[in-house]
């Protein structure tokens, strides 16, 4: 009950936050009295506007695609990279120096010698944002490699446990919290690479959009499609990673 309550809390705090930075936003703005610095309210004018009578779906769906594809491909590559690295030390030792250089490789960089290796087509998009995150992903799964416990699997072994049994039922389970870690911060930065492709070198989604507008000095839909962007995001962390972070450690109770 007392734990109940204690999220209710913690919840109605959060809420309240936000309310008073919108508070706080839209008395600046009405001070500032300037097109340049929209209130909430013009910029929630915008977004209506935008998704009613404008392209705002359509720029939306291409680039939640765009994240979703990049996204998947970054976490099965770095994944299987990650746990064999946490599980085969010859191998860390020979590709640690060149996640090392990825880690601090610049994403800008990354972006533009794909696209002038590629050229300005949807695969050079999808491997430049790729590149930029699997090696967050795999340093992430080969700490959690490296702490399996070894105990849970001697069990499986002793109970004959199948591969792919020992897979769900004992690998999988530890792996649980990295892996959700990996695709928590690994969805963010994917968010944020896939726009800056975007404004690069595409002719659509929020990215080319945020350009397109910028160049107009129309900062309300800058705004608007900033937003719109941020209650993606927001969704698909209350929607998925809230309830897959309280079942990760299910499995130790």
């Not at 069990?155 to 530890?174: D, K, M, S």
């Amino acid at each position: 009950m007392r734990a109940a309550g204690a999220e209710r809390k913690g919840t109605w705090q959060e809420i309240a936050s936000i309310l008073l930075l919108l508070s706080l936003w839209q008395i600046g703005a009405g001070l500032a009295e300037s097109r340049l610095f929209p209130g909430p309210l013009m910029v929630l004018q915008s977004l209506m506007h935008e998704a009613i009578g404008g392209p705002l779906f359509h720029h939306l769906g291409i680039t939640l695609a765009r994240v979703g594809i990049s996204f998947v491909i970054a976490m099965v590559v770095g994944t299987a990279l990650g746990i064999a690295l946490g599980r085969l030390q010859w191998l860390d030792r020979w590709l640690n120096p060149w996640l090392v250089i990825l880690l601090n490789l610049p994403a800008l960089v990354v972006i533009i010698l794909t696209y002038v290796w590629l050229g300005l087509i949807e695969t050079a998009l999808l491997v430049a944002v790729a590149l930029n995150k699997i090696p967050n992903v795999a340093v992430t799964l080969r700490e959690g490699a490296r702490a399996l416990d070894r105990d849970y699997t001697d069990v499986a072994q002793v109970y004959r446990f199948g591969l792919w049994t020992t897979l769900r039922e004992v690998i999988v389970p530890q792996l649980a919290p990295y892996l959700l870690a990996a695709a928590r911060n690994g969805l963010a930065l994917v968010w944020k690479i896939v726009l800056v492709v975007e404004l690069l070198g595409r002719s659509n989604g929020i990215g080319f959009q945020l350009q397109s507008y910028f160049q107009l000095f129309d900062v309300p839909r800058v705004m608007a499609y900033a937003a719109a962007f941020v209650l993606c995001a927001l969704l698909i962390e209350i929607v998925l990673f809230a309830p897959l972070e309280r079942r990760s450690g299910q499995w130790r109770r």
